[in-house]
């Protein structure tokens, strides 16, 4: 289901992107704080949740471009129940929606409940069948794809391939418009095992495209603390509440925003960064 959702809000700051490898190191460590994962430096597999990411020293990637949005964007949500606004009192109080008065502009929300990427959904088919079924003349200048932690029973067989060719057809139909990639955030603590596997599958893939990712997982939005202030574990079965989507709104936008400081790294050239 598609929905467009336009609400004003106070411009919100704009910086100007720096350069320098010492200023890269900072900012790669205040990404920790802001649930930013810089996907250049991508977390192995195998590393537990939370843990840092330690640079392959055989691996060159290059990072992306820093995230620079028009004065009133249009940005195309896109994802499974927790972008259709699941357990919200309405639907368009989800993140999704919300997200619009954040960063003063317009979102266009397609989210299918119980949908994946290999998994099919309860009111619509898997991620890649509804990406192809989407109307290309949309125009989004952002695309934030979302999730999901539904391919959690699928395993491993095939997933990487059914990401890989969603996300090349997404964009295919939209060149012109900037990916970033939202993983999925946890139900439920603590993390699954099949919930981190699929955390860690996206970012790598990500950062070999040098598309931002960002993780909820890895970056504890969702933390024993305030779980039961963000999900509805009763009727809303394990879905954000109506501030729990408040919540991932603010923190989205915040993300969003953190990747307008990212360093840049010159045509040609690579950029790691240590430990985080």
């Given at each position: ?103 003063d502009g317009e979102t266009i929300v397609d989210g299918v409940r119980g949908s994946g990427y290999l998994k099919p959904g309860l009111d619509g088919p898997a991620f890649g069948e ?16 979302q999730g999901s932690i539904n391919d959690r029973a699928q395993g491993e067989a095939g997933y990487r391939e059914a990401v890989t060719a969603a996300w090349d057809a997404m964009a ?36 070999a495209r040098s598309w931002w990712y960002i993780s909820p997982v890895a970056q504890d939005w969702i933390t024993e603390q305030n779980y039961l202030s963000v999900i509805d574990v ?43």
């Amino acid at each position: 289901m598609i929905y467009s959702h336009a609400m004003k809000a106070a411009p919100a700051r704009r910086r100007l992107p720096v350069a320098g490898l010492a200023v890269a190191v900072i900012l790669a460590l205040a990404a920790v704080v802001l649930g930013v994962w810089r996907p250049w430096v991508p977390v192995p597999s195998s590393a537990p949740v939370g843990a840092a990411a330690v640079a392959n020293e055989d691996a060159v990637a290059i990072a992306p471009v820093p995230l620079h949005l028009p004065e009133h964007p249009t940005v195309l949500v896109f994802g499974d129940s927790w972008t259709y606004g699941s357990a919200a009192t309405d639907p368009t109080l989800g993140y999704a929606y919300q997200l619009a008065a954040l960063i003063d502009g317009e979102t266009i929300v397609d989210g299918v409940r119980g949908s994946g990427y290999l998994k099919p959904g309860l009111d619509g088919p898997a991620f890649g069948e509804r990406i192809a079924a989407l109307d290309p003349a949309l125009s989004p200048d952002l695309i934030i794809l979302q999730g999901s932690i539904n391919d959690r029973a699928q395993g491993e067989a095939g997933y990487r391939e059914a990401v890989t060719a969603a996300w090349d057809a997404m964009a295919a139909k939209y060149s012109e418009a900037t990916i970033v990639i939202l993983g999925p955030a946890p139900h439920e603590l603590p993390v699954g095992a099949e919930t981190a596997r699929i955390d860690a599958d996206l970012g790598e893939l990500a950062a070999a495209r040098s598309w931002w990712y960002i993780s909820p997982v890895a970056q504890d939005w969702i933390t024993e603390q305030n779980y039961l202030s963000v999900i509805d574990v009763e009727v809303g079965r394990k879905h954000p509440s109506t501030d729990g989507h408040r919540y991932l709104a603010e923190k989205l936008a915040a993300a969003l925003g953190e990747l307008g400081d990212a360093p840049v790294t010159e045509a040609g050239g690579s950029e790691t960064t240590p430990e985080q």
